[in-house]
């Protein structure tokens, strides 16, 4: 991975003068608006990017991991490999795929500034690296559902941070995004600080189809900005599966990977 992200082709091939506009133009913005890191704003070399320090701090996730929880493992011993977690407690879902340790602190930062801060810009930096992240989940979904907000805490926060990474998503992959899949019908508290069990119990019934046409029959490839316990998205998922879906994904930006 390089520490800038891809960016998207022009639509057509811009005129000579157009693109020579264009440049100086970037140019005046960058000398009065230089570049900055996208988790903890120094200065670097090009939009889109994180500075040496946080791109040395992020902990991507990547291969060995359990097959079903994608939680990394420290040894490769060859095959689909399951953690122990997955094996002794198999979630509803398939298959989990997270871009980066939650626990460090460039992750945090950027799941945090997207979320508490309106950087609603973020979504689509943080959702280049989900799909790179996902791309066999994303090669083999029919859908991409986000993991709804009650309706009290969309309306006190304005946006749903699982909803931007979802559309920003389907943008770079060309998969359909179904936005009205899933309903949260219960406001739960949150989920900091609370067991396992009790964010079990808290999201219990929390969720219901909104669009069965939507999912069913379909594979759901279902997306939240982090994964702690997995009970949210067990619950999301459990409601798909209900209502018809074939199967179900996740795919995240940030997960927290505890050792036993």
Not at 26 to 46: E, I, N, Y
Request: proline share 5%; net charge positive.
């Amino acid at each position: 991975m390089s520490a800038a992200f891809d960016q998207e082709a022009p639509p057509r091939r811009l005129s000579h003068a157009t693109a020579l506009a264009r440049s100086a133009w970037t140019w005046a913005l960058d000398l009065v608006f230089p570049p900055s890191c996208l988790a903890c704003r120094a200065a670097v070399g090009a939009v889109g990017g994180l500075c040496p320090a946080c791109w040395g701090a992020m902990r991507f996730i990547d291969k060995p991991y359990c097959e079903r929880l994608g939680t990394p493992f420290d040894a490769d011993f060859g095959g689909e490999m399951i953690s122990a977690a997955a094996a002794e407690d198999p979630p509803v879902y398939r298959r989990a795929r997270a871009v980066a340790r939650f626990e460090d602190g460039p992750a945090r930062r950027l799941v945090h500034r997207l979320k508490y801060s309106d950087r609603t810009d973020l979504a689509r930096p943080m959702a280049a690296w989900m799909a790179r992240a996902g791309g066999e989940l994303l090669a083999e979904c029919d859908v991409i559902a986000p993991v709804p907000l009650h309706a009290g805490r969309l309306l006190r926060r304005q946006f749903n941070q699982a909803a931007a990474l979802a559309g920003a998503v389907a943008a770079k992959s060309g998969r359909p995004l179904a936005l009205a899949a899933l309903r949260r019908v219960k406001a739960t508290k949150s989920q900091v600080g609370l067991t396992k069990l009790s964010r079990a119990a808290n999201v219990q019934g929390a969720f219901a189809v909104g669009d069965e046409a939507a999912v069913r029959g379909k594979r759901v490839l279902l997306v939240d900005d982090v994964l702690t316990s997995g009970a949210t998205v067990n619950a999301a998922s459990r409601a798909l599966l209900r209502a018809g879906a074939k199967n179900v994904d996740v795919l995240v930006f940030a997960r927290v990977v505890t050792r036993a």
